[in-house]
């Protein structure tokens, strides 16, 4: 380090030395000679031009520009050089740096095969690097998304020879196309005649938008740019380059920072076309007046949000208030339902208390265990015994609808006999039939016998559909059909009663709705026990369907399943 | 004299009809208002049979016949359980704190004694 500073000084001060003999020189020659004199003394520098914006190209108006360009006309201005530019190809320039055509190639990438062929100063311009660029929609994301793919590189370019290495290092097999300029390699990629091309940074961080192409994650080769020179050229031209690249280099406010201010990425927005300048005023002055309308709008909303937030805050009040009257509601219903809960368990047991009474001592009564009684005192003990045991099977029947309603009420599975029910049921309602001259009557199949369901349950279920249809049944018969059918224990009441009309149907089952016609009247009962049946039905499994003729009678089927029934 | 049953009832009504019933047809009633009078007097009486109401208060039936199921010396009196509860499962509890029967309130004069001589163990 300290002797690379040493040797910088020691050039400088020699070629310092040399500016002033060279300037005494001129001074005296002036002094001796005429002006043009002058104009021999002036160099002619050749320097060599190609398309590679930036860093070199030539402009809209056709002169050279970039920031090679830029550096070359600084020094040439200081150094007093005249500089001519020939344009050409990549490829061209090199070709005229080899044959000494011109004096300089801006813009070479320093490889050791180019050492051999051209000479090169010691300060570097530029550092860049290639990387790939593509469509948006490409999906490249890496060198091994390039295998099988189409590839745009710059003819005879160090890239060109780098990409190839890249490439084969990772076995791609990936098809390069030689393109002369950077601009025409963009416009195959646009066009979709290539999937990428390789450019340097500086060249594509500045185009690759114009062509709607990406920068790909795809990076390789750093490499440091220089002038490069003829190889067997004097050095002079070098040594005056690296000499004001160090001065230059060292102060950030120097023409080569403001080159780069100029033509990287930076500058460039400072170059937009006009019409995005206009459409940026015009996006401007729209942003102005949305900026006021904004601040109207803000205190629209502010005042707005002002109104919702006391809506919100009366809501809330509400929405409390409802909430308490609803817990009150609530605790009120539920106190209700502990209070039915309990008038249920009082009525279950003080109700049924006194008539146990009344119906037993009724009933000792006639039986005659308390003593003889004459014919009046029985009819008229019967009427109690009767009247008692009806007000029983009410309660009985309100208490259960209660229960079911309040899903309170259970079911057992025990195993019976199931024709010793059926014969009970018959047993207990014949004196009923027997009383209006009715052929009560049951058919039970030999298969029917032990079965697995709640018997008092069944048991009821059947008793109200044969006191039903002795209760509605005039003349005739009720007849009780019990048998198997597909799986399934089918008990039929059928009667020869007064039938039920189509459009009473409907509300058959409903509770505390006894089917209304012309004789109702005639007919005990709470209208319940229907009711009741059906959803007993239900709970143990089964179903009660009915099919009637107006006036000709009615047939209530009671499905009950025969599972658990004993094989 | 047919035989001594201990009717253990707290409803005077109730254990009057019962009473009534079982002393027409020959049998010797022993009575007990609450549990544990009804536990004391099984013991000191050892009856042919006990009929048990199960809503008793403070001991209720199934506490009762825990009770007297407990005690060896008994267990071979048929205990049959009187209520007018008619629920579901009352007959399962109480067939299972030990009672050998189940008689449903309201008493039916036509079929009381022949029930409850069904689990009469004659001897």
């Known amino acids: ?567 | 004299m047919k035989g001594n049953i201990l009717v253990i009832e707290d409803n005077e009504q109730n254990l009057y009809l019962v009473r009534f019933i079982l002393e027409k047809n020959g049998y010797t009633v022993h009575a007990a208002m609450d549990g544990q009078t009804g536990i004391d007097m099984a013991a000191a009486l050892k009856p042919d049979m006990i009929l048990l109401d199960i809503q008793l208060p403070v001991m209720d039936g199934y506490a009762v016949a825990r009770n007297l199921r407990a005690n060896p010396e008994l267990a071979a009196i048929p205990i049959v359980a009187v209520t007018s509860h008619a629920m579901v499962g009352d007959r399962d509890k109480a067939m299972e704190v030990g009672c050998n029967g189940y008689i449903e309130k309201p008493i039916n004069p036509d079929t009381f004694m022949s029930e409850v001589e069904r689990h009469l163990v004659v001897k």
Request: charge should be neutral; charged fraction near 25%; include cysteine.
């Open chain 1, 1 to 567: 380090m300290l002797k690379g500073h040493r040797r910088i000084a020691e050039r400088k001060a020699i070629v310092f030395f040399a500016r002033l003999i060279h300037g005494l020189l001129i001074l005296t020659l002036v002094s001796v000679v005429c002006g043009s004199m002058a104009l021999a003394e002036s160099r002619v520098v050749k320097v060599g031009v190609y398309e590679n914006s930036p860093k070199v190209f030539t402009d809209e108006s056709g002169r050279p520009s970039g920031i090679f360009i830029d550096l070359i006309e600084y020094i040439a201005s200081e150094e007093d050089w005249e500089v001519q530019y020939v344009a050409g190809t990549w490829a061209e320039g090199l070709e005229r740096l080899e044959k000494g055509l011109i004096d300089l190639m801006p813009d070479v990438a320093l490889t050791t095969e180019r050492e051999k062929r051209f000479s090169f100063h010691k300060i570097q311009v530029l550092s860049s690097w290639f990387q790939a660029y593509a469509r948006k929609d490409s999906g490249l994301q890496s060198i091994l998304d390039l295998n099988g793919k189409r590839v745009a590189i710059l003819d005879k370019s160090v890239q060109q020879e780098a990409f190839t290495r890249f490439s084969r290092g990772f076995g791609l097999d990936t098809k390069l196309v030689a393109v002369a300029d950077y601009k025409t390699m963009f416009e195959m990629v646009a066009k979709g005649d290539v999937d990428a091309a390789v450019t340097n940074q500086f060249y594509g961080s500045m185009h690759a938008r114009k062509y709607g192409l990406v920068d790909t994650a795809i990076v390789f080769e750093p490499s440091a740019l220089f002038f490069a020179a003829p190889k067997n050229s004097s050095r002079e031209l070098l040594e005056a380059i690296d000499q004001h690249l160090d001065y230059l280099k060292k102060d950030t406010k120097s023409a080569y920072y403001a080159t780069l201010r100029k033509w990287t990425s930076e500058e460039v927005r400072f170059r937009l076309p006009v019409w995005l300048q206009v459409l940026g005023l015009i996006a401007g002055i729209v942003l102005l007046m949305s900026l006021g309308g904004s601040v109207i709008l803000k205190n629209q909303v502010n005042a707005r949000t002002r109104e919702l937030k006391q809506i919100n805050s009366e809501m809330e009040v509400r929405i409390i208030e409802r909430t308490a009257e609803l817990a009150l509601a609530m605790e009120k219903a539920q106190s209700a339902d502990r209070l039915k809960s309990a008038f249920l368990a009082t009525m279950s047991h003080e109700l049924r208390t006194p008539l146990n009474s009344i119906i037993g001592f009724t009933g000792i009564l006639l039986q005659r265990l308390g003593g003889p009684l004459n014919e009046e005192q029985e009819k008229q003990l019967k009427m109690v015994y009767n009247s008692a045991r009806h007000l029983l099977s009410l309660i009985n029947d309100v208490l259960d609808i209660s229960k079911i309603e309040a899903e309170q009420l259970n079911v057992v599975s025990e195993t019976f006999n199931l024709r010793e029910t059926v014969e009970k049921v018959i047993k207990t309602s014949q004196p009923l039939a027997e009383n209006k001259n009715l052929k009560l009557t049951a058919e039970i199949a030999p298969e029917i016998g032990l079965m697995k369901s709640d018997r008092r349950r069944v048991e009821q279920i059947l008793l109200n559909l044969v006191s039903n249809a002795v209760k509605f049944t005039e003349q005739g018969f009720v007849r009780m059909k019990c048998e198997i059918q597909n799986g399934k224990i089918v008990i039929a009441v059928a009667d020869s009663g007064i039938g039920i009309r189509p459009e009473d149907m409907d509300k058959l089952f409903n509770a505390f709705q006894q089917i209304e016609s012309g004789i109702t009247r005639k007919y005990d009962g709470t209208g319940l026990g229907l009711s009741i049946s059906r959803k007993l039905a239900n709970l143990l499994g089964g179903e009660i369907r009915v099919e009637s003729e107006w006036g000709k009678g009615s047939t209530f089927t009671f499905l009950l399943p025969r599972e658990g029934e004993k094989a």
